[in-house]
């Protein structure tokens, strides 16, 4: 008799267990009814003068004008900012784990000013002005250029997160210095585009440039999954990861690498796009709590409905300006991430 | 004696004091000489308003220029000042062809960021940078040495004719000066009057260096347009250079558009390879098909060289000929351009500067 | 049954563990005890297979560990650390669901939860399940520690110094529920620790290192004498026997300058 209450507080426990998850993947279901109410909200707004109502037609039929501009200017924006926010939102949640550093992201391994320097050599000495693909080889061979570096110092000195953030962060200030030296040396002209790319802009985004940033973030996210429980492991130390048969340093620098990949593909082509690397594992953390099977497609569409959301509001509240991504992103993700810290009570987050 | 009292041991603070003596009287020679000199002179000091709006007295005659940006530079060639110019900003070389003449003198720093140090040393009267850039640290450091900084921007056509009568009269060249002052304003009205019976301007898209960042007011390129009798989309803009959506651009159907671009330099170009692809380019952005500019080939591509600063004039008459190909059929930019380099400039004709016109109006 | 034969350890140019005999059968508890920097942790790190020993032999059920994948190593033999770093909140059900990883594939499957709700249930955790691992006391986090490593259905169960951060009762319950489970499941057990009464009370043998030398290695009755601690800890102790168990008394450390000189050797 004893034993069937156990077995019966035990399926208990099992099940709450379940259902913490069952609310989590609801809860994942409705950002994605989020994210997809914010796009098609964002198709239909902009900066002319078709109504909402063609907006809306020239998703199904064709209007002229009306669908030119849906299709070839809104929904690549779209996209583009989604996959940003993806990509991002990824990324910041692997480096968050896989350094163990709630400060972590991709800004922190040095990844934004490196591909920074790389946009403004191309700025400063191959036309990036008017060649727009000079901007993105040079961003993306930096990129690659930085995470390189981290890795290879990993493999020298061990892949410990320590090491990792520790040569991140001297690489973030060499990039920086030299951007600052490059700009020295920059014209009236130059100055000025450096400074636009560092606000962060989708306004070059196209279908090609989809495509290509495209596989950058996507291709790498079965592998993080594939990750995602061996970073609950080795968010709780590397020997008790390693103990229970994770291989701590070789998870750690393929996760690196991918997601330093992710992060160019999606900085390489619209500028450095502020903190949401940062903020949207954070937010996605107090909603969904730190399992990462949760916690990273979370934090992919967290990212998506920021930089959505952000791009959206910044092309449309102050018409015809845009304001640029990169601020608008801080703008919005910065009160939203206190609010939820402030707010934050519940015990298992 | 002295020799013993050097020598001795005992007497070396003697030395080290006797040496660091000789060597603060160096110094205060050294720095005070320049005003020693001036005051031997019988100088008179005029007083003249800067791009800032303030008044600066100076003193003269200006017996040396140090030279923080292109558009300066290029204006003191016109008033045939080339000995004045002590010293240069340092990115002079990137237009290496056209500043030949320059290539020799010390570089002081950048347009933004100039070294004071560099500058003292050269010990020039003054300094000629644009309004806002390097910082006003820059008059701080160099006041000490009775350097004076002065704010031209040249970059503005309504002041452009002004600043040449103030820089010609502070260098003593002012009969130069009033002759290429005179010449600037007679091209520009030359202009502009006829646009005094024309009623509704087109539309004009004016796109500056960076993809979809356009030129509103306070910009040069606004005023550039607005000088050529085009209706500048952005002609209500709070910010001079704002970003705008592609979506914007195409809704509002521009007439014509003009995009200019800083790369390299149009006086060492041989074709129009270059601004043709640009303007391709832009062209080929999507949906643009749908604005009347592109669709009727009045795209049009500048280089930086003749877009704002001391050749805009030439600037305004391609764009006006661009607007309005009938009215402006006798118009000849180049022409205007070759007197300006030849008469002003003293350097051959050469180069090219705008993208190929391909809505039928002269080349 | 876990072997351990010759084992030596050099860490550069230091020993820090030499010729290293150990056998640990399954269902018996075993302590490894010694002063701070003897080697302890040395040890126990290699029989995870986490460094390499230099010489000498590990082997587990026959079988060398150090051929062995890790994730074939950590099905044989689980670990609870001394802390537990994570900067992130955690359930407590995550935190023992991560004992299952040698068994996981991509996600936790069914019977991954079922084992873990059954671990928390056999050891009275049941009720934390949901709670942050954070917020909950030292002695269950070290509970919630064992539990994880049970929920990896090891053979041999290594611990470094469960006992440390504890206070008294939490000690006595984390060591008597270490001994049921040696009991019940049959595992072996090795541990480091620091308190000589709780070793002596609740292990089966001792094994005291001396700088990275095995001193003895016998029952508590066997090796707490006043002469093995005095080699091994310099101190001088009285040793009672109450309920059979040996109790040691710490009274005066012994002259520093044995000690200094040794230092300087």
């Not at chain 1, 259902?19 to 993947?25: C, D």
């Not at chain 2, 008059?139 to 009568?165: C, D, M």
């Not at chain 3, 074939?72 to 669901?97: E, N």
């Not at chain 3, 949901?130 to 986090?141: A, E, N, T, V, W």
Request: net charge positive.
């Amino acid at each position: 008799m004893n034993t069937d209450c156990l077995t019966i507080k035990n399926q208990d426990m099992k099940n709450q267990y379940k259902a913490l998850k069952y609310r989590s993947l609801v809860l994942l279901a409705a950002f994605f009814l989020i994210a997809s109410v914010i796009a098609v909200i964002a198709l239909c707004v902009g900066a002319s003068s078709i109504s909402v109502t063609d907006s809306i037609l020239a998703l199904i039929e064709d209007n002229g004008m009306a669908r030119s501009i849906v299709w070839n200017l809104r929904l690549p924006r779209v996209i583009m900012a989604l996959l940003i926010g993806i990509g991002l939102g990824t990324s910041g949640a692997v480096f968050q784990a896989v350094l163990r550093n709630p400060l972590a992201s991709p800004f922190t391994l040095g990844i934004g000013s490196s591909a920074g320097f790389g946009a403004v050599i191309a700025i400063v000495f191959f036309n990036g002005l008017v060649n727009e693909y000079a901007v993105v080889i040079w961003a993306f061979i930096f990129t690659l250029l930085s995470s390189f570096l981290i890795l290879g110092v990993s493999r020298y000195k061990g892949a410990t997160a320590e090491t990792m953030i520790l040569t991140g962060i001297a690489l973030m200030f060499l990039f920086s210095s030299l951007s600052s030296f490059l700009q020295y040396l920059g014209t009236k002209e130059e100055v000025h585009g450096i400074v636009f790319w560092f606000f962060g802009s989708l306004s070059k985004a196209g279908y090609r440039e989809i495509v290509m940033s495209g596989i950058m973030i996507l291709a790498p996210m079965p592998f993080v999954f594939r990750f995602a429980f061996d970073f609950n492991l080795m968010t709780a130390g590397d020997e008790s990861a390693g103990a229970l048969g994770v291989n701590v340093s070789g998870v750690r620098m393929l996760s690196i690498a991918l997601a330093s990949l992710m992060t160019s593909g999606a900085i390489c082509f619209t500028g450095v796009i502020g903190f949401i690397g940062l903020v949207a594992p954070h937010i996605a953390r107090m909603i969904f709590g730190s399992d990462n099977l949760f916690l990273i497609p979370a934090s992919a569409l967290i990212g998506g409905v920021l930089v959505l959301s952000a791009d959206t509001l910044g092309r449309t509240v102050w018409l015809p300006h845009v304001i640029p991504i990169g601020i608008v992103t801080s703008f919005i993700g910065v009160p939203f991430f206190l609010y939820l810290l402030i707010k934050k009570t519940k015990e298992y987050w | 004696m002295l020799r013993l009292l050097l020598s001795s041991k005992e007497f070396y603070p003697v030395r080290f004091f006797l040496a660091s003596f000789l060597l603060s009287g160096l110094i205060i020679l050294n720095v005070s000489a320049p005003g020693t000199a001036w005051a031997g002179d019988v100088t008179q000091a005029i007083v003249i308003e800067d791009a800032f709006g303030r008044k600066i007295s100076v003193n003269m005659p200006v017996q040396g220029i140090v030279v923080l940006n292109s558009d300066v530079l290029e204006v003191l060639r016109s008033l045939r000042a080339q000995d004045l110019v002590k010293g240069v900003y340092s990115e002079i070389d990137k237009d290496g062809v056209f500043f030949q003449e320059f290539l020799d003198r010390p570089r002081v720093g950048s347009w933004k960021n100039a070294n004071a140090e560099l500058i003292a040393d050269l010990n020039p009267s003054i300094v000629i940078a644009y309004e806002n850039n390097p910082g006003t640290e820059l008059e701080k450091q160099l006041s000490p040495f009775g350097i004076q900084v002065l704010r031209l921007n040249f970059y503005k056509l309504g002041t452009i004719a002004k600043e040449i009568r103030i820089l010609s009269k502070i260098i003593g060249r002012e009969q130069q000066g009033e002759i290429f002052a005179a010449w600037y304003g007679k091209k520009l009205d030359a202009i502009q009057k006829r646009f005094d019976y024309i009623k509704e301007k087109p539309l004009v898209y004016v796109e500056s260096y960076s993809a979809f960042h356009t030129a509103g007011p306070g910009s040069g390129g606004h005023d550039m347009c607005v000088y050529a009798g085009g209706k500048n989309l952005a002609d209500e803009f709070k910010v001079p250079y704002s970003e705008i959506t592609s979506e914007w651009v195409i809704s509002k159907q521009p007439d014509v558009i003009f995009k200019t671009i800083a790369w390299g330099n149009g006086f060492e170009r041989k074709d129009r390879v270059f601004f043709n692809n640009v303007r391709n380019e832009l062209a080929a952005r999507p949906s643009w098909n749908l604005i009347p500019a592109v669709k009727k080939g009045r795209v049009h591509v500048l280089d930086s060289g003749i877009w704002t600063g001391p050749r805009a004039v030439i600037g305004v008459a391609h764009m006006a000929k661009c607007i309005y190909p009938q009215m402006f059929d006798g118009l000849d930019p180049e022409q205007i351009h070759k007197e300006y380099l030849e008469f002003f400039q003293k350097i051959p004709y050469q180069g090219v500067y705008i993208s190929e016109n391909l809505s039928g109006g002269a080349k | 049954m876990l072997q351990v034969g010759n084992l030596s350890f050099n860490y550069g140019k230091t020993c820090v563990l030499k010729d290293i005999n150990l056998n640990v059968k399954k269902g018996e508890i075993i302590s490894v005890l010694g002063p701070n920097g003897v080697g302890k942790t040395t040890l126990l790190k290699c029989l995870l297979g986490m460094i390499k020993p230099c010489s000498g032999f590990i082997e587990m059920d026959e079988m060398d560990i150090l051929k062995m994948s890790s994730t074939h190593r950590a099905r044989l033999i689980g670990y609870v650390p001394q802390a537990f770093p994570s900067k992130f909140p955690m359930t407590v059900f995550d935190a023992v669901l991560m004992g299952r990883k040698p068994y996981v594939r991509f996600v936790p499957s069914e019977n991954d939860l079922e084992v873990v709700s059954q671990v928390l249930m056999s050891m009275n955790l049941n009720h934390l399940g949901l709670k942050d691992f954070d917020r909950i006391s030292g002695g269950q986090k070290q509970k919630v520690l064992i539990a994880r490593a049970i929920a990896q259905e090891p053979n041999y169960l290594v611990l470094d110094e469960p006992s440390s951060n504890l206070d008294v009762r939490h000690q006595l319950e984390v060591m008597d529920m270490l001994r049921k489970l040696a009991q019940k499941e049959n595992i072996g057990i090795i541990m480091a620790m620091h308190s000589l009464n709780l070793a002596s009370r609740f292990s089966d043998r001792i094994a005291m290192l001396k700088s990275g030398c095995m001193v003895c290695n016998g029952t508590p009755l066997e090796v707490m004498t006043p002469k093995i601690i005095e080699t091994v800890y310099k101190i001088e102790a009285n040793i009672h026997r109450i309920n059979g168990y040996p109790y040691t008394i710490p009274l005066n450390p012994m002259p520093e300058n044995r000690t200094n000189k040794e230092l300087l050797n």
